[in-house]
């Protein structure tokens, strides 16, 4: 029994990372540096983060997974999911992690493998919002900040990159449009289906 807890625990890592891995809104995060220089290591630290919440958290609500999602996104990436995906994502981890304590293997790994093949490629045009020039607060620490991440960004990633116009949902079936940035006045970057 506890061999089997070993492996589902492990299986359902990996569902983790495949599903965070292709979350279109995550990935323009980490493509986009939008938690910084080491927006890397926090994508891979949140693979970890929300494996550990479901395996010490017992029968964990679908609303419960998404207030930790977004609490994530905000702390970590200064993101706000508005594109409805964040339900559809807290829906499948409750899945494959139901899945993996009754011992369907078969199924997470199908999964698993459907998932890494929609990878999708992030070539998001985010704008920058510059301070007004009688304002002097860029420092060149912000420009450091900015060359680490470019730096970050090239080399190897740990959540794969993505598009900005998924095809069909993973959970739902429902399809997505094309997805918009704006920038916020505060500085946090918002990301929103465009109208069609």
């Not at 890494?116 to 420092?139: G, L, T, W």
């Not at 949902?169 to 990301?191: K, N, Y």
Request: one cysteine or more; glycine letters at 6%; hydrophobic letters at 30%.
């Amino acid at each position: 029994m506890a061999a089997r807890s070993a492996a589902s625990r492990g299986l359902f890592q990996e569902a983790v990372r495949a599903v965070l891995g292709s979350w279109p809104v995550l990935q323009i995060a980490v493509e986009n540096c939008f938690g910084g220089p080491y927006v890397q290591e926090k994508a891979e630290w949140m693979v970890g983060a929300v494996d550990q919440y479901f395996h010490t958290n017992s029968d964990l609500d679908q609303y419960e997974v998404e207030e930790t999602l977004q609490a994530i996104l905000n702390d970590e990436f200064d993101t706000v999911v508005e594109d409805g995906s964040l339900p559809l994502i807290a829906q499948l981890l409750c899945s494959l992690y139901s899945q993996c304590q009754r011992g369907d293997t078969a199924a997470v790994q199908q999964k698993i493998a459907e998932l890494s093949q929609k990878k999708y490629n992030v070539k998001a045009n985010v704008q920058e919002v510059k301070p007004p020039e009688d304002e002097e607060e860029s420092s060149d620490d912000d420009e450091e900040e900015a060359m680490d991440c470019e730096t970050s960004t090239n080399s190897s990633s740990a959540v794969p990159n993505a598009s900005s116009t998924p095809s069909t949902s993973e959970a739902g079936g429902h399809s997505r449009g094309p997805q918009e940035l704006e920038q916020e006045p505060d500085g946090w970057t918002v990301v929103r289906r465009k109208k069609k």
